[in-house]
């Protein structure tokens, strides 16, 4: 019989995306067979991502503070803070995976943001958890921004948040581009590789 300490883990591991019961069980076993040091390890790892992950206040993306004086100072993260960036482009990402997922392809040279949710096209209730006015004052005060690239995940949430940030971004008049064919409909941007999303980006339209 489990202990309640490792059903409790359980409980904790099974929060984590696409993991099950039965996987967070495994590695819950898997931790109980590790040595106390290892285990020590891990902790003190999670311990200092917390102290040092930080939300950039331009576009949502955590990002490690570089542990010098100043770093209470820091509000963002590199790619906003890099001058050779595109800031002509700023394309719209669900969550921090795909910005990542994005840069690995190395074909994107503009500035992102993190709308956070996507949501369905039945529940009102999830348009409260968008980033739309943290966006539209990001566009307003940049007016150096030309072209918003609307990249959600092609699944039936993805689409209709598309539309519902396409219609909001409207009246805004902005170039609008979406992601060209190459991603397979359903798919997750994470999970697809580089030079998918980098065939879809290049032929955005």
Do not use: W
Request: charge should be neutral; proline fraction near 4%; charged fraction near 30%.
């Amino acid at each position: 019989m489990k202990s309640f300490s490792a059903d409790k883990l359980i409980k904790i591991f099974s929060k984590f995306p696409t993991v099950g019961p039965r996987t967070a069980a495994r590695f819950v076993f898997y931790l109980i067979q590790r040595p106390k040091e290892e285990i020590e390890e891990l902790i003190n790892a999670i311990l200092e991502m917390k102290k040092n992950i930080k939300i950039c206040t331009s576009c949502f993306n955590h990002f490690e503070s570089s542990g010098e004086e100043n770093k209470a100072e820091e509000t963002l993260c590199d790619i906003c803070a890099d001058p050779r960036r595109d800031k002509t482009l700023l394309c719209l990402v669900e969550k921090e995976i795909d910005l990542i997922s994005f840069e690995k392809t190395k074909r994107y040279k503009g500035l992102y943001f993190v709308l956070g949710e996507t949501i369905s096209a039945i529940k009102k209730s999830d348009l409260e958890k968008l980033r739309t006015g943290a966006l539209e004052q990001r566009i307003k005060n940049h007016p150096e921004i030309q072209e918003i690239i609307i990249a959600f995940n092609p699944t039936t949430e993805g689409e209709a948040t598309a539309l519902y940030v396409e219609r909001f971004l409207k009246p805004l008049n902005k170039k609008l581009t979406h992601l060209g064919r190459g991603l397979p409909t359903g798919a997750e941007l994470e999970y697809a590789d580089e030079e998918t999303i980098g065939a879809a980006l290049e032929g955005r339209k």
